[in-house]
T-cell receptor
Framework: AQSVTQLDSHVSVSEGTPVLLRCNYS??????LFWYVQHPNKGLQLLLK??????LVKGINGFEAEFKKSETSFHLTKPSAHMSDAAEYFC??????????FGSGTRLSIRP | ETGVTQTPRHLVMGMTNKKSLKCEQH?????MYWYKQSAKKPLELMFV???????ENNSVPSRFSPECPNSSHLFLHLHTLQPEDSALYLC??????????????FGPGTRLTVL
């Protein structure tokens, strides 16, 4: 069985400080993992994806994530937050068309 | 127009109404999806179509009826809905649904309110 857990429902950081959004997954085999972002009143946009190549994955807008099999984690990071990063972020685990599991989301707020 | 579009963007309907949501993708993809996004709940995959054939129906009530007349269009027909069906309905498309995950491109969603 697969599952994905986003450990924080809300994260608030100051502009210019690092961002860490945590995601843990459970899968009986090597999964494909993704992070999506959803800005208010918009659809979801893919930030980055891991598909068993390099464990450190770089995405758009300066985000990156590291796949750690031993910790079953796929945390999303960014060195310096920008006001435009305020949004909802979803961690996703995928094994087939019918096995797409979305996390419950983490709302990121940026303080000026 | 590019990407994935959805109409209407907002819909208010009574429980006895019949309405349809429309999704159109201009990306040349072969797979399309319907998702339900409710407040404080994870995104739920409802239906998957690949090359106009339904490949997955995740135990969705029959008051939701999908239709995929071609690879560019996807509809969700609604009838006798319940207030708990109020949610944001998202459409997505991807190049395919094979073993290698294909990035899904999402539309902006239809905000549905059932009175």
């Amino acid at each position: 069985a697969q599952s994905v857990t986003q450990l924080d429902s809300h994260v608030s950081v100051s502009e210019g400080t690092p961002v860490l959004l945590r995601c843990n997954y459970s899968s009986s085999y090597s999964p494909s993992l993704f992070w999506y972002v959803q800005h208010p009143n918009k659809g979801l946009q893919l930030l980055l994806k891991y598909t068993s190549a390099a464990t450190l994955v770089k995405g758009i807008n300066g985000f990156e994530a590291e796949f750690k099999k031993s910790e079953t984690s796929f945390h999303l990071t960014k060195p310096s937050a920008h006001m435009s990063d305020a949004a909802e972020y979803f961690c996703v685990v995928y094994s087939s068309a019918s096995k797409i599991i979305f996390g419950s989301g983490t709302r990121l707020s940026i303080r000026p | 127009e590019t990407g994935v579009t959805q109409t209407p963007r907002h819909l208010v309907m009574g429980m006895t109404n019949k309405k349809s949501l429309k999704c159109e993708q201009h990306l040349g993809h072969n797979a399309m999806y319907w998702y339900k996004q409710s407040a404080k709940k994870p995104l739920e995959l409802m239906f998957v179509y690949s090359l106009e054939e339904r490949v997955e129906n995740n135990s969705v009530p029959s008051r939701f009826s999908p239709e995929c007349p071609n690879s560019s269009h996807l509809f969700l027909h609604l009838h006798t809905l319940q207030p708990e069906d109020s949610a944001l309905y998202l459409c997505a498309s991807s190049p395919a649904t094979g073993e290698s995950y294909n990035e899904q491109f999402f539309g902006p969603g239809t905000r549905l309110t059932v009175l």
